[in-house]
């Protein structure tokens, strides 16, 4: 009586787990430069409007920035609008002091958001300058005569 014992695979199981290690390791290089790796940063100047603090899960500091001039868009004119997220709890607390005035924020620009990061895919993590605005108050004008 012969039995009938296959080889063992050892080519097939190397394979698998080469496999398997290259598909982890793209994975992880996926979500690293997708969440983690900033590949733009700068600074941007504007009046800052707000920064609040909201979310329900998690917790995130947003802030929205009005740059000086316009830009059309589709035809359209509208204020330039900076929306951006605030990881450092410091940062976020000095811009809550200094709503209405003039801003210079440095940001990082990722391809991802994540929830505990915030909003936005773009996160201020230093303040430049902060230079009080001009009052916007108008002068009340008397009448014309007839």
Do not use: C
Request: aromatic share 14%; proline share 5%.
């Amino acid at each position: 009586m012969s039995e009938n014992v296959k080889p063992p695979r050892s080519g097939w199981k190397k394979f698998k787990i080469i496999a398997l290690a290259i598909i982890i390791l793209g994975l992880a290089g996926f979500v690293g430069i997708r969440y983690y790796y900033p590949y733009g940063e700068g600074v941007k100047t504007g009046q800052l409007n707000f920064v609040v603090y909201k979310g329900v899960v998690f917790k995130t500091y947003e802030g929205k920035l009005i740059q000086t001039g316009f830009w059309s868009n589709s035809g359209g004119i509208q204020s330039n609008e900076f929306e951006f997220s605030i990881s450092d709890p410091k940062i976020a607390d000095s811009l809550m002091h200094a709503g209405g005035q003039i801003v210079d924020l440095h940001y990082k620009e990722y391809f991802g958001t994540l929830p505990w990061r915030g909003h936005s895919r773009y996160i201020v993590d230093d303040i430049l300058k902060i230079t009080p605005s001009r009052s916007n108050a108008m002068e009340v004008m008397p009448p014309v005569a007839e």
